[in-house]
């Protein structure tokens, strides 16, 4: 990831935006300290201890992880029971090419970008990650679950992310995302699916009129005028100056005096 002719000084930056490993104790990972530490094929060969110390905690608040998820150990052992230099486990393959990659993005395309900033920006671990190890967005985890085990099931897991991580960086949990997903499952003529999600999305955000709007769509799509009339209604009465839902409101209402 570094190259071998740049000073430890000017590498810090870089090192510090790699992405994709854990954190561990650093005297663990060197079995003989004269020699220094094993099997380091993207970092420094001179690396010190402190330096892979601060580096791994790095990773470690950035994604979320603890060191069993690259390295072979239990974390119950001590560290000298590990094996850190083993290459066994997928997760410490990929961290070598995230961190060759978030380098080469630094130094050949971030450092091209102008700006005004008295510091230039960086790509490091938690511009993606955000704390978690699969940088996923909540509509993405989501979908996942509604096609594999159905809508419910992504309600359930909606609620225990919202429980686990909401007030994080993790993920979005505003109306956004649900919204998103709702609209991907209407277009799919996945109505009912929509209409659940959406509904779950009015329970967490009871002041939307954007909600409410695109429940009445739902609704309206789905066969149930008197369920799209009142989410219309609703959604008015949450904004007065929201055109479309005032619009398809006197519509929906100028048929049902007819």
């Known amino acids: 990831m570094i190259p071998a002719f740049t000073p430890w000084k000017s590498r810090g930056l870089a090192l510090l935006a790699v992405v994709g490993v854990l954190w561990a104790s650093s005297t663990a990972f060197a079995e003989d300290k004269d020699k220094g530490f094993k099997n380091l094929k993207v970092l420094p060969k001179d690396t010190s201890e402190d330096q892979l110390d601060e580096v791994m905690h790095k ?25 850190f230099a083993a290459d066994t486990k997928l997760p410490k393959q990929t961290a070598r090419l995230m961190m060759q990659m978030t380098t080469d993005l630094n130094s050949k395309w971030v450092a091209q970008v102008k700006s005004d900033r008295p510091a230039p920006m960086q790509a490091n671990c938690a511009t ?21 085990k159905g809508t419910a099931a992504a309600v359930a897991q909606y609620r225990e992310m919202r429980e686990k991580y909401y007030g994080r960086d993790a993920y979005d949990f505003g109306e956004p995302p649900l919204n998103t997903l709702a609209q991907q499952l209407s277009k799919d003529k996945k109505t009912a699916d929509a209409i659940t999600l959406l509904e779950l999305n009015a329970e967490f955000n009871p002041k939307s009129a954007r909600v409410q709007g695109m429940l009445g769509g739902a609704y309206l799509e789905s066969g149930d005028k008197p369920k799209a009339i009142a989410a219309y209604r609703k959604a008015v009465e949450l904004n007065p100056n929201f055109e479309p839902a005032k619009r398809k409101l006197a519509e929906l209402e100028k048929g049902e005096t007819k």
């Open 128 to 148: 993606c990650h955000h704390g978690k190890p699969v940088p996923r967005s909540l509509q993405d985890v989501l979908g996942e679950t509604v096609a594999q």
């Open 59 to 83: 990773f470690t608040s950035s994604l979320g992880v603890r060191c069993a998820y690259c390295h072979v150990g239990e974390e119950s052992k001590p560290f000298s029971e590990w094996d």
